[in-house]
């Protein structure tokens, strides 16, 4: 089983709507959880981390399940711009120095007009 | 924010060639550093992780001496790719935090590595 699943997609919606991606970790005792934007052939930006209470920046929101070992994000009111890969990372050690992270292979994201 | 520079972006040399791939970070000391391989369509994976001053802690699977890694400074971190070969091209990112636990790794901008 992969560390960090996410389904490749992609996912195609037209501007303004709403999509959800999620994601599993196999690592009951991972600490932090991020989303990433990868654009095509560049690396990848953080986009938000994720807390345990769930959090919101301004269209997008994540939500975290520890129960479930499931992360999801939210993308209202999609825009053109949002057309990316969107990657799912984990850092699956507490109290680790080398602070790792563990990539999702990502989830593609295609918003036509 | 802060930016990590990464040189060269894109390299197309021969078979049996040492690529050396510099990772800076302008505007923070950069106490722990990672590279990353990246296939097509595939996830990034960890290669290894280099605190200042010490030996670089390699993944499973990952060549020691295939991929040497030097970070000899706060703000510097090199990998070469010895004696690459056509299964070596990939995309090759780096990252860097500073010391703060909290806080997050930033990216390069990856190089695109083409061995022919």
């Known amino acids: 089983r992969k560390e960090v699943e996410q389904d490749p997609g992609p996912f195609n919606v037209p501007e303004g709507a709403t999509v959800a991606f999620n994601c599993t970790y196999s690592?009951?005792?991972?600490?932090?959880f991020f989303w990433y934007r990868q654009d095509c052939r560049k690396e990848p930006k953080l986009l938000m981390s994720?807390?345990?209470s769930g959090n919101e920046d301004g269209r997008f929101t994540a939500q975290l399940n520890r129960a479930s070992q499931y992360i999801s994000l939210l993308i209202r009111d999609s825009k053109l711009s949002d057309s990316a890969t969107y990657l799912c990372?984990?850092?699956?050690?507490?109290?680790?120095?080398?602070?790792?992270?563990?990539f999702g292979s990502g989830t593609r994201l295609l918003v036509r007009p | 924010g802060a930016v990590v520079s990464q040189h060269p972006s894109r390299v197309i040399c021969k078979s049996g060639t040492s690529v050396k791939i510099e990772c800076r970070s302008l505007?923070?000391?950069?106490?722990?550093m990672f590279w990353y391989r990246q296939f097509p369509k595939k996830s990034l994976m960890l290669m290894a992780t280099?605190?200042?001053?010490?030996?670089?802690?390699?993944e499973q699977g990952v060549e020691k001496d295939k991929f040497l890694i030097n970070h000899a400074s706060l703000t510097l971190s090199t990998l070469t790719v010895t004696s690459a070969h056509p299964e070596d091209s990939s995309f090759y990112i780096c990252?860097?935090?500073?010391?703060?636990?909290?806080?997050?790794?930033?990216f390069g901008d990856g190089t695109r590595l083409s061995i022919l």
């Open positions: 990252s860097a935090r500073n010391w703060d636990s909290a806080s997050p790794q930033h």
């Open positions: 690592n009951s005792a991972s600490q932090s």
């Open positions: 994720v807390y345990s």
């Open positions: 990372v984990v850092n699956p050690w507490w109290g680790d120095s080398s602070y790792k992270l563990i």
């Open positions: 505007d923070f000391q950069a106490t722990t």
């Open positions: 280099s605190n200042e001053g010490s030996k670089a802690t390699y």
